[in-house]
């Protein structure tokens, strides 16, 4: 069986995983270990954990392998800039420098940061570079429960590639079909969401979370979606597409669009960082998801139809979309889909791994009896009592132990029957962006006020965002309208009708944020304004501490469901060591923290009323 390590690196949410053979044995952003958002140098403590964690050492790897081909990626710059001329000169002149630098003399840059975990021989080093979406691919379909699979992935762009068909057969991936740059489903929703004020590259799904508020009945809304489809995007009957380069700065300049004529067609100015949005906001959001929603599910068809599989695999940035994939499994068009948990470019480290193993390898892929090998996503650190103790004692902690932890998840299920917030820290960090339950902020999503308090006094971010709820996974079908598991919290389904509360007549004409605080259903904090809701199917199999957890919940409830969000405030990553952990529970307003078998109380612990102490500064997400 051949040690693998994969690598992300130098553009963003840089990431580290190994695997040994079939088995993924480690895998985890670098973001996590620095606390910088996105982080996208080199992976160092990533890559450090990685080696740590399998035991081995870089000598004994098979291959190190990096997540794209850099000198594709560079011919792509030089022609784009050359298309354009002399439009870009100037970032062109600002870009050189760098990229000479930092993606030309790639290898050099990994094996000296290598150099610097572990002492190899240089000359037997095997450096692999897979393409991107190749990579991306692998990351979705080799790890999926499918023998065979279609394979879709969009992003915004790899090397010159912004959407690629596969096919996955056994251990081989086959390209039959692929979008370039600069037509990109992911750089245009990057675009709009740069319009509405949010960062590219972060913010794309407040974009997703803003578009319900919308008004899709609405004279404004349609005229914007007439607007996109006649001026900025062709959309083709095989889900590619055409974009007006006429407005778009992505290619040449230094932002995503050219403002003065996005202006003249939408009726308001780009939206200033963290500026105020109103219902105009709301229904452009509305119109940029409509129009994606239609892209993924027509590429989704194509891929079917060239295909000819009942499974799809998905991995690319805009597989995160998971409002796009709830209706794509809605259509009934695939017997199943697996998405890749960590879809982004942090995932494409595992997936340059397991390309390498199957295809330059050529090794055997074992596929694990209907289940996927994410392994629930739980990859990353895991921190032992002594650990625990010792990051608590640095901070004069007061803390209790719980020697049965059934006992602990009974009185944690009693504090969040009882309104309570709670930081849930356990076993093995999660990879990829979702909280899934080990890296968590909890609430009792019957309370009418959580979504409000969580958001105002836990997150500290937009009253307009929305949180997802983690079910069991038997209990779904009481609460929801979907008949699959979402174990990684990337499919939407609707609330179940019998839940629901009657809406007045005048809703649609009240604001965004009257119709935000109207009670929706009998969960109300997980309860979209379209009756809509991010879900995570807990399982026991994976999960069984968050899964006890839930269980008590239930039995005092009656209700198996909990809100649940990750565990970080706006513009931190989420945490990943119990200091980490300490630390955000005591600059925010949640009640307890939880980690391992020990509970503490906010009002317990030294300096508690003193929150300015704990603050720190982040960046906006």
């Not at 870089?58 to 030089?78: G, N, S």
């Not at 139809?305 to 995160?320: E, H, K």
């Not at 038997?474 to 499919?491: C, G, H, I, R």
Request: aromatic share 12%; with cysteine; glycine share 6%.
């Amino acid at each position: 069986m051949k040690k693998i390590l994969g690598i992300s690196a130098f553009y963003h949410d840089s990431a580290a995983a190994i695997i040994h053979g079939d088995e993924i044995l480690a895998a985890a952003q670098e973001e996590r270990f620095n606390r910088k958002k996105h982080y996208a140098g080199f992976p160092i403590d990533a890559v450090n954990f990685c080696l740590n964690e399998s035991g081995f050492t870089i000598d004994e790897l098979d291959a190190v392998v990096f997540y794209d081909k850099p000198l594709l990626k560079f011919e792509r710059l030089l022609e784009t800039y050359y298309a354009f001329a002399p439009k870009g000169f100037r970032q062109f002149r600002t870009a050189m420098p760098v990229w000479l630098d930092e993606k030309m003399l790639i290898k050099k840059k990994i094996i000296d940061n290598l150099s610097n975990i572990d002492k190899f021989d240089k000359k037997k080093i095997n450096l692999l570079f897979p393409e991107h979406h190749i990579a991306h691919a692998a990351s979705a379909f080799y790890p999926s429960p499918f023998n065979e699979s279609a394979i879709l992935t969009i992003d915004g762009v790899g090397e010159w590639a912004t959407t690629t068909i596969c096919k996955g057969q056994e251990n081989q991936i086959e390209l039959l079909k692929e979008m370039r740059f600069p037509h990109s489903v992911g750089l245009f929703y990057s675009a709009c969401t740069y319009y509405l004020g949010f960062r590219v590259n972060s913010g794309e799904y407040k974009l997703m979370g803003l578009a319900p508020y919308g008004k899709p009945n609405s004279g404004q809304t349609k005229k914007f979606i007439e607007i996109f489809k006649k001026n900025i995007i062709k959309i083709n009957a095989d889900g590619s597409i055409w974009l007006n380069q006429d407005y778009f700065s992505y290619a040449t300049g230094l932002k995503m669009v050219k403002e003065d004529k996005w202006e003249k067609l939408f009726g308001f100015s780009v939206v200033k960082p963290d500026g105020d949005v109103g219902q105009i906001h709301c229904n452009f959001a509305y119109a940029t998801q409509h129009i994606t929603e239609e892209i993924v599910l027509k590429m989704a068809a194509e891929a079917k139809r060239i295909t000819n599989s009942d499974y799809l695999c998905m991995a690319g940035g805009v597989a995160l979309n998971c409002v796009a994939n709830g209706k794509l499994l809605k259509t009934g068009m695939y017997k199943d889909i697996f998405i890749q948990p960590a879809a982004g470019d942090a995932g494409g480290a595992l997936g340059a791994a397991q390309i390498a193993n199957h295809v330059f390898f050529n090794q055997k892929r074992f596929v694990k009896n209907g289940n996927d090998k994410m392994q629930g996503a739980y990859l990353g650190p895991y921190f032992s009592e002594k650990e625990v103790l010792r990051d608590f004692r640095k901070h004069n902690a007061v803390f209790r132990k719980f020697e049965n932890f059934l006992e602990l998840c009974d009185a944690t299920a009693e504090k969040l029957a009882d309104g309570k917030v709670v930081g849930w820290f356990q076993g093995k960090m999660e990879f990829g962006p979702r909280a899934l339950g080990n890296r968590s902020i909890l609430g009792d999503a019957r309370n009418r006020e959580m979504q409000k308090k969580l958001n105002l006094k836990i997150k500290y971010r937009q009253g307009f965002r929305p949180f997802a709820p983690s079910v069991l996974v038997d209990d779904v079908n009481n609460f929801f309208e979907l008949d699959k598991p979402s174990p990684y919290m990337l499919l939407i389904a609707e609330v179940k009708e019998s839940r629901r509360k009657k809406l007045p007549k005048n809703y649609e004409d009240l604001s965004m944020w009257e119709r935000l605080y109207f009670e929706r259903s009998d969960i109300q904090s997980v309860t979209h304004l379209d009756f809509s809701a991010r879900v995570q199917t807990v399982h026991k199999e994976t999960n069984p501490k968050f899964f006890n957890l839930i269980n008590k919940f239930k039995e005092k409830t009656g209700y198996g469901i909990l809100v649940n969000t990750s565990f970080n405030v706006r513009g931190e990553p989420i945490v990943c060591t119990p200091e980490d952990a300490y630390k955000c529970f005591m600059r925010t307003e949640m009640d307890y923290l939880v980690v391992n078998d020990f509970i503490l109380v906010k009002e317990e612990q030294p300096d508690w009323e003193n929150r300015e102490k704990w603050m720190e500064s982040f960046k906006p997400d």
